[in-house]
């Protein structure tokens, strides 16, 4: 399973969820999960599983198919609960 | 490490009533002036969030205000400005009401991978944040940043 945290530039935000995610992903010990980051505009439906974004962004992901919208992107908390849920969805967990 | 990168001298608290734009001249004028920018870097920050750019606001009040490479990074280098009387909010929009900005510069890959990989560690531990956003002097916050980094 691939989780894919986007922003506009590819540089800033989306690295800062991509290592919480894969923190995350260390704690709950999920199996066989990639996490990449990049600009949402080289980003596809079949770029990945499950794609991250903050809020701003929601509309730029019209298509992508499962799409979470984070309110804070340093926000662990929610970010936890985030990919505790995309995990259930996808049978990982 | 974070704490190489945002000395004190890069560190600034401002009790004036700012806007957006005046903030990310602020924040961005200790690394114009150490030389680790260019001018066109800090037109570049401000004219990406003047075309809706929000997405910089990390929320908790914080927003990292950053540009590309090319834009005119000339070293890697982070800054902070802290607001001390009330947000400058993004676009002017309440609910985008940031009172502590970063501004960021990175030149190449792997640079930008360990500041940011640094910042983002400090910023997502609620302590930490909190700590940061009740720091008061530069000195604070340079304390905070090396205790941190020494716990891990």
């Known amino acids: 399973m691939k989780f894919l945290a986007m922003c506009s530039t590819g540089l800033g935000s989306s690295f800062m969820v991509r290592m919480n995610i894969e923190d995350i992903v260390r704690e709950l010990q999920l199996p066989d999960v990639t996490v990449e980051h990049c600009d949402i505009s080289s980003a596809g439906p079949e770029s990945a599983d499950v794609f991250f974004v903050a809020k701003d962004l929601e509309e730029a992901t019209a298509g992508l198919g499962d799409v979470v919208v984070l309110n804070s ?8 609960e985030a990919v505790k849920a995309a995990a259930v969805r996808h049978g990982a967990l | 490490m974070l704490s190489e990168l945002l000395t004190e001298e890069k560190i600034r608290f401002s009790s004036d009533s700012l806007t957006w734009r005046q903030a990310v001249t602020q924040v961005a004028e200790p690394l114009l ?30 927003a990292l205000a950053h540009a590309r490479p090319e ?3 000339v070293r890697t280098a ?19 009401a940031v009172d502590l900005y970063f501004c960021f510069a990175a030149v190449d890959a792997t640079a930008h991978t360990q500041a940011m990989s640094s910042l983002a560690r400090i910023l997502s531990d609620t302590e930490t944040r909190e700590a940061l956003r009740a720091a008061t002097s530069a000195a604070d916050v340079t304390k905070l940043i090396t205790r941190f980094e020494e716990d891990r």
Do not use: C, N, Q
Not at chain 1, 73 to 80: S, V
Not at chain 2, 38 to 51: L, N, R, W
Not at chain 2, 78 to 96: C, K, V
């Open chain 2, 78 to 96: 982070i800054s902070m400005l802290r607001l001390t009387d009330g947000p400058a909010p993004l676009l002017d929009r309440p609910e985008h």
């Open chain 1, 73 to 80: 992107i340093i926000d662990k908390d929610e970010l936890r």
């Open chain 2, 71 to 73: 834009s005119g990074a």
């Open chain 2, 33 to 62: 002036a150490a030389g680790d920018i260019t001018p066109g870097y800090v037109d570049a920050m401000i004219d990406s969030i003047a075309a809706g750019g929000t997405y910089i606001d990390l929320g908790y009040g914080i």
